[in-house]
C-alpha cells in the first residue's frame, strides 16, 4: 500500500503510463492544496509564481513520462541549473518556465502533441526567436535550417549548440566565447570532422588555450552556415584562409610567412580561382583550393610528417587531381616561395634576365626610333620648306614676266 | 618620270597569308595571354569575360599556339622552298652588312652623315623585326609547351623548370607585344605607312627610302630572276615529297605532343570523404538531475523553491529485519517488486531499516 505522497513520487513511465489518471487526480489535489494555502502568490500572474506552480510538480525526483516513441522523458527540472543558465537569476530579466513552455500554461497541461522527443525539441526551439530576433533571421538560411525545412529534424536547432535548461551564458561558457566549447557542440554531431579537427595543428593549438587559431565559427560562422560544398564557399575559401595567414602581424607571433595567399594567386591554381571568383563566383573549378592539398580540417605544419604538404607526401597529394604526377612533378609547385637565389634560382634566374633585357631591348628600341623620328621629322620639314620656297619663286617668276 | 610610278613586288600571296595567319595568331595570344598574366587588372577580366571565362580564354589561346606552330611548319618548309627550288639568295640572314648600315643610318640621323644607307630587300631594322619573332616563337612556343603539359615535362626535366618555363613565357610576352608596339609599329605604320604586307607591292619612292640596293640592282637587271622552269621542276619533284613527309611527321608530332598527357582530373578534386553527421556523442534525452535537499543554501531563488515534505518511508507488507538478506537484492531500484527511488540505490540494510522498522511500528500502533 502506498500513501498519497508516495504515489506521487512517480519514477518511471512505466507507471506514469499505467496510472496517469491517478496521478493526475493526486497532482491536481497538490495543486489545489497550493492554492488554498498561498492564495496570494497562486492568484498573482507573476512569471515567478507561475515557476513556483511548475516547479510543485517538476521538482519531484525521477518525474518521467512515457513519448508515442516509447522515449521515457524525465520531467524533473534541476533548479540549480536554471540558476545558473543564462536564462537564471542573474540574467538582467530571469526567463520564467512559461515565456518558453508557452503552450504549457495550464493544468491540466495539453496533450504532448509530437510524436518523439526530437520532434518535441525542434518545436521548441521556435520560441528562441521570440526573443532572440536577430540570431533567429541570422539563422534562417543556414545549412541546418535549409535540412530542418526539408524535414530531417536531426539537424541543429539552437538548444543543440546553447543547451537548453542549462542555456549558456554569453560569457566564458557560451560556444561563441569559449571555442573549446564549440568544437564539443560541433562534434556531438560533426564527430569525425571535430576528430580530425582536434588532430590539427589549430585543433592542438585551440585545447592549449591559443585565442589566434580558427575553430568551427571561424569559418562557418555558427549562424550563417553556408554549405560548404557549394561554388560560392570553394570560391572564396583561399580568402577565408588569408584573412589569418596574409595578417603580417598575426603570422609575426608564429613566425608564419605571410605570402601564401598572394604566392598562391600568382599562380596557375590561384589565378584560376581567383578570375572564376570574380567572374564566375557560382560555377565550380577543378584548379585547387587550399583545402584541396592541406585538408579541411586534419590541416598540419609542412613539417609534420602526417601532413598532406609535408616533402615526402606531396607527391601523393598532387596526384588526387594529377594521377599521372611524378615526383618532379611536384617539385614544379614552388611551395608558396616568392623565388629567390635561395629558393628556386632557375626562375629567378629567368626573371632577372629579362628583367635586363626588356628595358635593354625595348630601350634601344625607343632610343632609335626617336633618333629616327626626330630625323625624319626635320628632313620632312626641310622638303616642306624647299617645296615652298620653289613655289614662291615660280610665282615671283611668273609675275616678273606677267607685267 | 615613269620610273617614279613603277611598283615593284615585294611579298607573294603565300607570304601575305602568312603574315595574316601571324596576326591573326599573335594578336590572339596575346590578348589571351596577358590578361592571364595580370589577371587581377579590370581590364583583364574585361576580355576574359568576353572569351566566355577563363576556361574559354584559355581554350583560345591554345588553338592560336597550334596554329601559330603550324604556321612555323610551313614558313620553314617555304624558306626551304625557296631556298632549294627557287635558288633565292639568304636574303634575310643578318651580316656585318647590316651593322654597318644601322651604324650609318644612326650616323644620318645624328646629322654626321648626308647620306643614307642604300639597303637590300630586307633592311637591318626588318632582319631585326624577323629574328625577334623567331626567337620569340621559338621560346614561347618551347615554354607554352612547358606548361601545357608538365607532367610529361617534368618526366626529362626538374620540376622547377615548370615555374621557370612560366616565368619566361609570361616575359617573353610582355617583349614581344612591346616590340610589336615600338619597333613593329613605328617602321610600318608610322613612320610610313607600308601596305606591301596586304598589296604585295611597294612603290618607287618606298623602295629609294628603305631598299636603295635593292631597288637599283632591280633596275639594271630582270626582276628577281627564277631558274628555268624544267630545273624548278626538276627540284620540285624531289622537294615536295620531302616536304610532305616532313609536313606530316611535324604535323602529327604536334598533335602527339598537345595530347600527350591529360594533366588533370576534369572532375572536381575528391572531397575527403567523411560522414559529416554521425551524432553519436549526442544526448539522445537530457539525463534527470537528482534535486538538493536544501536549495535556499544552493543558490536557489525563492521562486524555483518547493518545500518539500520528506517522503515518509513506506510501509512494508512484510516484516522489516535483516532475515531476507539485503534489502535492496529484491527491492531493486530498478526493479518490480516496490522497487526502491533511485537514491536508496547505495544504502546498505542499516540504513533502510532505520526509518523503514521505525515506520512500520508507526503504522502498527
Known amino acids: 500500500m502506498a500513501s498519497p505522497i508516495t504515489s506521487f513520487s512517480l519514477r518511471s513511465g512505466r507507471w506514469w503510463g499505467a496510472a496517469s489518471g491517478r496521478t493526475m487526480v493526486v497532482a491536481g489535489l497538490l495543486l489545489c492544496l497550493v492554492l488554498i494555502l498561498r492564495p496570494d502568490r497562486a492568484l498573482a500572474q507573476e512569471g515567478a509564481d507561475d515557476d513556483q506552480q511548475c516547479m510543485v510538480c517538476h521538482s519531484t525526483p525521477d518525474l518521467t513520462m512515457v513519448l508515442p516513441s516509447n522515449e521515457v522523458l524525465p520531467l524533473t527540472v534541476d533548479p540549480q541549473v536554471l540558476v545558473k543558465s543564462a536564462h537564471g537569476t542573474e540574467a538582467e530579466e530571469p526567463v520564467h518556465c512559461v515565456d518558453c513552455h508557452n503552450n504549457t500554461t495550464g493544468y491540466p497541461h495539453p496533450p504532448f502533441a509530437q510524436p518523439d522527443f526530437r520532434s518535441w525539441q525542434v518545436q521548441m526551439s521556435l520560441v528562441c526567436g521570440n526573443c532572440h530576433e536577430d540570431q533567429a533571421v541570422e539563422q534562417q538560411d543556414s545549412m541546418h535550417s535549409r535540412h530542418l525545412a526539408a524535414g530531417r529534424i536531426e539537424a541543429a536547432t539552437c538548444v543543440d549548440c546553447h543547451g537548453s535548461h542549462d542555456v549558456s551564458w554569453a560569457n566564458a561558457e557560451h560556444p561563441g566565447v569559449d571555442r573549446r566549447q564549440q568544437v564539443e557542440a560541433c562534434g556531438r554531431c560533426h564527430s569525425v570532422i571535430a576528430d580530425e579537427y582536434r588532430e590539427s595543428i589549430h585543433g592542438q593549438r585551440l585545447a592549449e588555450g591559443n585565442a589566434d587559431v580558427p575553430a568551427c565559427s571561424t569559418c562557418h560562422p555558427a549562424h550563417q552556415i553556408e554549405d560548404p560544398r557549394s561554388a560560392e564557399f570553394r570560391l572564396k575559401s583561399p580568402e577565408l584562409c588569408g584573412q589569418c595567414h596574409a595578417d603580417a602581424e598575426l603570422m609575426s607571433r608564429y613566425d608564419i610567412s605571410t605570402d601564401v595567399f598572394d604566392t598562391y594567386v600568382a599562380d596557375f591554381h590561384g589565378t584560376t580561382v581567383e578570375i572564376f571568383e570574380s567572374l564566375a563566383p557560382n560555377e565550380y573549378t577543378n584548379k585547387a583550393v587550399c583545402s584541396d592539398c592541406h585538408s579541411a580540417h586534419r590541416i598540419l605544419p609542412a613539417d609534420d610528417e602526417n601532413s598532406t604538404v609535408m616533402k615526402a607526401n606531396l607527391t601523393r597529394t598532387c596526384q588526387r587531381c594529377h594521377p599521372d604526377a611524378e615526383p618532379s612533378f611536384s617539385d614544379s609547385w614552388m611551395s608558396h616561395y616568392r623565388p629567390s637565389w635561395e629558393h628556386f634560382p632557375l626562375v629567378t634566374a629567368v626573371s632577372w634576365f629579362y628583367k635586363i633585357l626588356i628595358p635593354l631591348t625595348i630601350g634601344l628600341f625607343v632610343a632609335y626610333i626617336g633618333l629616327d623620328a626626330g630625323r625624319t621629322w626635320l628632313d620632312r620639314a626641310r622638303q616642306r620648306r624647299e617645296w615652298r620656297r620653289a613655289r614662291r619663286q615660280r610665282q615671283q617668276q611668273k609675275e616678273r614676266k606677267e607685267p | ?365
Request: net charge neutral; with cysteine; proline share 7%.
Open chain 2, 1 to 365: 618620270m615613269t620610273e617614279q610610278t613603277r611598283t615593284f613586288e615585294r611579298f607573294g600571296i603565300l607570304e601575305r597569308i602568312e603574315h595574316f595567319l601571324l596576326l591573326l595568331s599573335f594578336t590572339l595570344l596575346a590578348i589571351t595571354g596577358l590578361p592571364q598574366k595580370f589577371a587581377t587588372w579590370s581590364i583583364s577580366k574585361t576580355l576574359i569575360r568576353g572569351f566566355g571565362g577563363i576556361e574559354g580564354t584559355r581554350s583560345v589561346h591554345h588553338t592560336a599556339a597550334v596554329l601559330l606552330i603550324i604556321l612555323s611548319i610551313f614558313h620553314v618548309l617555304y624558306v626551304f622552298y625557296k631556298i632549294y627550288v627557287l635558288r633565292r639568295p639568304l636574303s634575310m640572314l643578318p651580316g656585318l652588312q647590316d651593322v654597318r648600315d644601322g651604324i650609318h643610318m644612326v650616323a644620318y640621323n645624328l646629322g654626321l652623315s648626308p647620306t643614307k644607307p642604300a639597303m637590300d630587300r630586307y633592311n637591318f631594322a626588318e632582319k631585326i623585326e624577323y629574328w625577334a619573332v623567331v626567337w620569340g616563337t621559338l621560346i614561347m612556343g618551347l615554354t607554352g609547351y612547358m606548361l601545357w603539359n608538365p607532367i610529361a615535362t617534368t618526366r626529362i626535366l626538374p620540376g622547377e623548370f615548370i615555374p621557370a618555363a612560366k616565368a619566361a613565357h609570361g616575359f617573353e610576352a610582355i617583349l614581344a607585344v612591346l616590340s610589336i608596339l615600338t619597333w613593329h609599329v613605328y617602321h610600318v605604320h608610322l613612320k610610313y605607312f607600308n601596305r606591301s604586307m596586304f598589296t604585295g607591292r611597294l612603290s618607287y619612292h618606298e623602295m629609294e627610302e628603305e631598299h636603295a640596293a635593292e631597288l637599283k640592282r632591280r633596275l639594271q637587271g630582270a626582276e628577281r630572276p627564277l631558274p628555268p622552269p624544267h630545273e624548278r621542276w626538276r627540284r620540285s619533284r624531289l622537294y615536295l615529297p620531302v616536304a610532305g613527309v616532313l609536313a606530316a611527321f611535324a604535323l602529327l608530332f604536334t598533335y602527339y605532343f598537345f595530347t600527350i598527357e591529360q594533366t588533370a582530373i576534369t572532375t572536381l578534386p575528391p572531397q575527403e570523404n567523411v560522414n559529416v553527421y554521425i551524432p553519436d556523442r549526442l544526448p539522445k534525452l537530457p539525463t534527470a538531475t537528482p534535486i538538493p535537499v536544501r536549495l535556499a543554501e544552493a543558490g536557489v531563488p525563492e521562486r524555483l523553491q518547493v518545500e518539500r515534505t520528506p517522503e515518509p518511508p513506506a510501509i512494508s507488507s512484510h516484516p522489516v529485519d535483516d532475515a531476507r538478506g539485503d534489502c535492496l537484492s529484491c527491492h531493486n531500484v530498478y526493479g518490480y517488486i516496490a522497487p526502491a527511488p533511485i537514491e536508496h540505490a547505495e544504502r546498505t540494510n542499516d540504513i533502510c531499516l532505520d526509518c523503514h522498522a521505525v515506520a512500520e511500528e508507526v503504522a502498527r500502533r
